[in-house]
């Protein structure tokens, strides 16, 4: 069974144990075995960090959700978990709940007048590119890997 590491930010959530629950039980039934970042029972940046990336190297698979959190970006946490995941050659699936792209959403420039970029993809290039981006939530982005495998 291919192991797919869970990277977002339900793992701030009040319930994130049980929400991590769900989800690797939404795993098993696309025939997969799910890893969630509370499984590590760590404690302090250092050793939690550690033993995310440890999991990251361990899996086949990476889902993350890339839903803006804090903003109209993704959690900065996962979009590490996804570079790195990349640089280690991992298949990575990116979820949004929303797929229009980033021109579409914030026009030409955003709320400070920068330029948003105009490549027609739901997030930034650099993850946009070397992942797969499904529109949807977990189990739209578990059934686009389990089509795959």
Same mark, same amino acid.
């Given at each position: 069974?291919?192991?797919?590491?869970?990277?977002?930010?339900?793992?701030?959530?009040?319930?994130?144990?049980?929400?991590?629950?769900?989800?690797?039980?939404?795993?098993? #039934?696309?025939?997969?075995?799910?890893?969630?970042?509370?499984?590590?029972?760590?404690?302090?940046?250092?050793?939690?960090?550690?033993?995310?990336?440890?999991?990251?190297?361990?899996?086949?698979?990476?889902?993350?959700?890339?839903?803006?959190?804090?903003?109209?970006?993704?959690?900065?946490?996962?979009?590490? #978990?996804?570079?790195?995941?990349?640089?280690?050659?991992?298949?990575?699936?990116?979820?949004?709940?929303?797929?229009?792209?980033?021109?579409?959403?914030?026009?030409?420039?955003?709320?400070?007048?920068?330029?948003?970029?105009?490549?027609?993809?739901?997030?930034?290039?650099?993850?946009?590119?070397?992942?797969?981006?499904?529109?949807?939530?977990?189990? #739209?982005?578990?059934?686009?890997?389990?089509?795959? #495998?």
């Amino acid at each position: 069974m291919k192991k797919i590491y869970l990277a977002g930010f339900s793992v701030f959530a009040d319930n994130a144990v049980q929400i991590g629950m769900e989800m690797k039980r939404l795993c098993s #039934e696309y025939g997969f075995e799910g890893l969630y970042p509370l499984d590590n029972e760590c404690s302090g940046a250092e050793e939690i960090f550690r033993a995310n990336t440890a999991m990251i190297r361990e899996c086949d698979i990476v889902a993350a959700d890339m839903a803006s959190f804090r903003g109209c970006e993704p959690d900065s946490g996962t979009a590490f #978990e996804v570079g790195y995941a990349c640089a280690l050659g991992k298949k990575v699936y990116c979820y949004i709940p929303d797929g229009r792209s980033l021109r579409e959403k914030f026009g030409e420039r955003d709320e400070n007048g920068y330029n948003v970029e105009d490549f027609g993809l739901p997030l930034n290039l650099m993850i946009a590119v070397p992942a797969k981006v499904v529109c949807g939530g977990l189990e #739209e982005c578990l059934k686009a890997a389990a089509k795959d #495998e």
